[in-house]
């Protein structure tokens, strides 16, 4: 079970959109359509954002969505805020009740 | 509204043992619906899920920790546990707790709790 893999950074100015990718493989990301995508301030809890690939709790904005292609999932933040800069990590469902995370991405608001 | 609280000893010897538990407030643990996690987070690095319990007390494993994690349950307490043995450096994060619909996501956490291993 090897960690998904995030890049390291993603920025954007406000009002743009971005798109943070989370790669996995057919043991994990390819065959469940069950990503999910959490927010995390520094010294904070992270926060759900999506999960089940493209469904959001109640609450969270709907500038956030979700989608999957093949073994890559994909996380978009629409109209970027500076209450956006975060990090942000990708978890998938690997099989036999097991999750596995990506390494985070760092938005940054220029 | 759900609420997790982990507790535990805050520092641990290098080779010992380290417990750490979760109560679990504003609902039952007891449910067909979720799975009880937990996750945990070195300094400056990602997250790495660690394992889940079950009601029943049936346990899941992240394959690389496997060898050194138990991860228990008490319904009657509304609380379930973690050990993680013969620590090393490598295993200072914060350790959190959290329910996990389905056993796919998570969206309740418990607030944290640092634990670093040291002499």
């Known amino acids: 079970q090897s960690a998904l893999t995030q890049p390291a950074s993603v920025s954007g100015s406000p009002g743009q959109s971005i798109s943070i990718s989370c790669t996995g493989t057919s043991s994990d990301v390819g065959s469940y359509n069950l990503v999910s995508w959490y927010q995390q301030y520094p010294g904070k809890v992270p926060k759900v954002m999506i999960y089940e690939v493209s469904k959001r709790p109640s609450g969270v904005s709907n500038r956030f969505s979700g989608s999957k292609s093949g073994n890559t999932a994909s996380l978009t933040i629409s109209g970027l805020q500076a209450e956006d800069e975060a990090d942000y990590y990708c978890?998938?469902?690997?099989?036999?009740?097991?999750?596995?995370f990506g390494g985070g991405t760092k938005v940054t608001v220029l | 509204q759900v609420q997790l609280q982990e507790s535990g000893p805050g520092l641990v010897k290098p080779s010992e043992t380290l417990s750490l538990t979760c109560t679990v407030s504003g609902g039952s643990i007891i449910s067909t619906t979720y799975d009880w996690g937990w996750i945990r987070q070195p300094p400056g690095k990602g997250l790495e899920w660690i394992g889940s319990?079950?009601?029943?007390?049936?346990?899941y494993h992240n394959p690389s920790l496997k060898s050194r994690v138990t991860i228990s349950v008490d319904t009657s307490k509304n609380q379930f546990s973690l050990r993680l043995t013969s620590v090393t450096a490598a295993d200072t994060a914060v350790y959190y707790c959290?329910?996990?619909?389905?056993?796919?996501?998570?969206?309740?956490w418990g607030q944290g709790t640092l634990v670093t291993v040291s002499s």
């Open positions: 978890c998938s469902y690997a099989g036999s009740r097991t999750l596995v």
């Open positions: 319990v079950y009601y029943s007390g049936r346990t």
């Open positions: 959290a329910r996990e619909p389905g056993g796919d996501w998570l969206d309740y």
